[in-house]
């Protein structure tokens, strides 16, 4: 009998359709080819000397082969880029962090990221551990365990301490950061494992084999359930949340509300719903849901925003629905665990919870609508009826808002309808995306209509995410020839304005439209309430919070950065032109930025 040949011990043999052979020299090689093999187009990064034996082999290793390289000016500007274009895109970015000083500059893009839910793959450069190969500087920045500095931010961290455990450090770090609910992820890299050389054959397994689990369906019965409350709903009302990370979720979300002929709000995340679909009833959301007897969520991250008033001060929650309202909520949040911040914020109830991917579970939970509303003769007339209703509702929206866009228009310092109303006139008819949003209410005077007009971010609530995001994004959108248009304030451009530098290196068009109150206008809004509560005089309530004195010359300051800029515009007449100026820049290929005194709100 033959002798049976016993398993080998030889990575090429155990790498039959595992994995391929590895040309790498040194531990950073084997790095960048773990990137190549999970397709990481960019890297973004501020240089630093903690990795640069990663940085030697993503220019010198194969090179050609990326990932590309985008620099940046710091690393809180690199990862915000890396959320931006992850967002924009879909898939993830990796940036370059130098040690500790590096990681807690970013830590501030990297909370902003967790609150997103978006994947980017941070690699850090530290050590060495082996304190007989540290430098002077190398004793304070290098941490025992250098992940704890953003541990409770993460989805996973970790610190290979050989070459043989990056490959398999890379590929799980992956995987997490790409499984829903999504988010960022940190790797450090030991210098003594970047700089290693290799004496051994090594594999680089293909990643196709450890890519993320597809969205789950919905739980039949709770499917039931939700079908039924909506089919005998008087007046249900869906809101979405998140649910436009996944486009394919959209035309079956455009569906059941036709089907249910059903009030939708956009709750200022991503975009989910056209504007101009007159079952779009975000401009009017009390009215929406103050009937609502059944609320539809859709990856909501907080139902208390878009089910709470629209002020919200000190003291109990008061939701607008009513207490018999039966909410339903479809997503995966619930999935994920982390206490140091609550940003789901109230914990309110919801009767049919339904842990499920959206793209896959809304088209069920409308083939079961229809079935139901099918096998009811009166439910064509009750969702006419409903559905006029709405229209009727969006209808006197629209109505306000156009009455307040004709009344400021011509208003000094220039209105925000006029802000938005010229932008929205420029990007008609054009392929274009809107990579950032600022402001109460851009959504009542520009017209969005599919997932490029928002792309949301920012939950977080961290200034100067807007601007290093916007580039991101545009980056993203590079090759599409849409105009990408990033709308912020002055205090946000002010905190990152040095991201244009990487803007005007690498040739990503985007125009930057400041809306400029020369103020951190909310934290005003917030000393006159204090003023008025303590009788106090409210005419102080810009100290220390207004932008002048001098005042900032924001075009100037892109300029010196490389990018062409107008402003500061003063006359609303003068903003049409300037703004096609601006946009023939861009349509060139180059970033511009126009400068707007405009109102506080």
């Known amino acids: 009998m033959a002798e049976q040949s016993k398993p080998s011990g030889n990575p090429e043999v155990w790498s039959a359709g595992v994995g391929k052979k590895s040309n790498a020299q040194y531990g950073s090689d084997l790095m960048v080819e773990m990137l190549r093999e999970l397709g ?86 530290g050590g060495p551990q082996n304190t007989t190969n540290r430098r002077s500087t190398d004793w304070v920045h290098t941490a025992l365990v250098q992940g704890l500095a953003v541990r409770d931010y993460v989805k996973y961290d970790d610190q290979p301490n050989s070459v043989d455990a990056v490959p398999e450090s890379f590929l799980r770090a992956y995987r997490i950061a790409m499984t829903e609910p999504k988010g960022p992820v940190y790797i450090c890299l030991d210098t003594d494992v970047q700089e ?25 019965e709770s499917l039931r359930q939700a079908s039924r409350l909506l089919a005998e709903a008087q007046w249900p009302v869906i ?20 089907e249910l002929g059903a009030a939708v709000i956009d709750s200022d995340g991503r975009y989910a719903f056209p504007s101009t679909h007159p079952l779009n009833l975000t401009n009017a959301r009390e009215d929406a849901l ?21 002020v919200r001060e000190r003291g109990n929650f008061a939701p607008v629905i009513s207490p018999g309202c039966k909410v339903i909520h479809m997503t995966l949040l619930d999935l994920e665990r982390q206490s140091w911040v609550s940003d789901a914020m109230w914990l309110l109830p919801v009767h049919v919870p339904i842990a499920a991917d959206t793209a896959v579970a809304l088209p069920q939970l409308l083939e079961q609508l229809r079935e139901r509303m099918k096998a009811n003769a009166d439910a064509a007339r009750q969702v006419r009826e409903r559905r006029a ?6 209808n006197e929206a629209r109505k306000k808002s156009q009455g307040w866009i004709e009344k400021t228009w011509e ?40 997932p ?29 020839g849409r105009l990408c248009v990033s709308i912020i304030g002055d205090g946000d451009f002010l905190m990152t304005s040095n991201a244009l530098w990487t803007a005007a290196k690498y040739h990503i068009p985007l125009l930057v439209v400041v809306m400029n109150n020369r103020s951190y206008y909310n934290d005003e809004e917030h000393q006159e309430r204090m003023a008025k509560w303590r009788q106090r005089p409210v005419e102080n ?29 003063t006359e609303p007449d003068q903003l049409g032109s300037i703004l096609d100026k601006a946009i023939a820049i861009v349509e060139e290929g180059k970033p511009a930025v126009v400068d707007v005194i405009a109102q506080p709100r």
């Not at 103050?290 to 878009?306: C, I, Y």
Request: hydrophobic share 45%.
């Open 40 to 125: 990481i187009k960019y890297i973004a990064l501020n240089p630093g000397a903690s990795y640069r034996g990663l940085h030697d082999s993503m220019v010198n290793f194969e090179s050609g082969k990326g990932p590309e390289i985008i620099m940046c000016t710091h690393e809180e500007i690199a990862v915000a880029l890396a959320n931006g274009y992850a967002r924009a895109t879909g898939d993830i970015m990796a940036t370059g962090l130098h040690n500790v000083v590096g990681l807690q500059h970013a830590s501030m893009a990297i909370f902003n990221a967790w609150c997103d839910r978006t994947p980017i793959l941070n690699l850090g450069g």
């Open 196 to 220: 290693e050389k290799i004496s051994k054959p090594m594999v680089v397994p293909h990643a196709q084999l450890f890519r993320a689990p597809a969205g789950p369906a919905a739980n039949p």
């Open 239 to 258: 809101v979405a949340g998140e649910a436009g990370r996944n486009p394919k979720a959209l035309p079956a979300l455009l569906d059941v509300a036709e």
């Open 290 to 310: 103050r009937n609502a007897d059944v609320v539809l969520a859709l990856d909501v991250p907080s139902l208390g925003v878009p089910l709470g008033p629209s």
């Open 389 to 394: 209703k709405v229209e009727a509702i969006y």
């Open 411 to 450: 208003e000094k310092p220039i209105s925000q309808a006029r802000f938005f109303g010229e932008i929205n006139k420029r990007v008609q008819g054009k392929a274009w995306a809107l990579v950032s949003a600022h402001g109460r209410r851009w959504r009542e005077a520009i017209e969005i209509t599919e």
């Open 452 to 480: 490029a007009h928002g792309i949301g971010g920012g939950r977080g609530g961290g200034v100067g995410y807007g601007l290093p995001s916007s580039i991101g994004a545009a980056l993203g959108h590079k090759e599409s």
């Open 541 to 569: 309530k810009g100290i220390g919070i207004r932008i002048e004195d001098p005042a900032p010359d924001l075009a100037a300051i892109s300029r010196a950065l490389g990018v062409e800029a107008f402003g500061p515009i």
